[in-house]
């Protein structure tokens, strides 16, 4: 079973206390990213730099997220998508900066923090021995007690649009809690 993060460990991208948590296996490899702790909000253009210096890798993963929670968004109104007409005006003025509701982790996940977790790629869950997921196909697994969700990495093969669909219909079951 797996350990939880303090809130001490936790590293990532956008809110401290997220809706919605996605976790990966890697950091962007440049200073501050690759050995900064603590969750902290991008500004405008942070992602776009991160992209530009490291690897279309993370210009994808961006992308992709964007992509998600502007769907997640334009179906559930529990999401804000803070009045951005589309998913790449979303990622350049919201995502993952102050006022968000979300965060890319790159730290262990801390299942005992309210919002939803989702994992991005079976071999990091498997990595993470999370325990209690119920596999719905190849790709999707759900612990709708702890509200976690193991979806493809964020790349446009793996969590293609169809997928990106599939997981904003799994998200939507799962609901959000009181978050401060």
Request: aromatic share 12%; charged share 15%.
């Amino acid at each position: 079973m797996l350990n939880p993060a303090s809130k001490e460990s936790v590293c990532g991208l956008g809110s401290s206390v997220p809706k919605l948590a996605i976790y990966i296996a890697n950091r962007p490899p440049i200073a501050p990213y690759n050995n900064r702790q603590g969750c902290f909000p991008v500004v405008t253009g942070e992602l776009a730099h991160i992209g530009f210096n490291t690897s279309n890798h993370w210009r994808k993963v961006f992308n992709v997220f964007a992509k998600f929670w502007f769907s997640l968004c334009q179906s559930d109104k529990r999401f804000s998508a803070r009045g951005a007409s589309s998913w790449q005006a979303y990622r350049d003025q919201y995502l993952l900066q102050a006022g968000c509701d979300q965060a890319l982790v790159f730290s262990t996940p801390n299942f005992s923090d309210p919002g939803i977790h989702i994992i991005a790629g079976k071999t990091w869950a498997q990595t993470l021995s999370v325990d209690h997921l119920t596999w719905l196909d190849a790709h999707f697994a759900v612990d709708p007690a702890r509200r976690i969700i193991v979806c493809p990495y964020l790349d446009y093969r793996q969590l293609s649009n169809a997928r990106i669909d599939r997981l904003v219909a799994l998200v939507q079951t799962l609901g959000v809690q009181h978050v401060n």
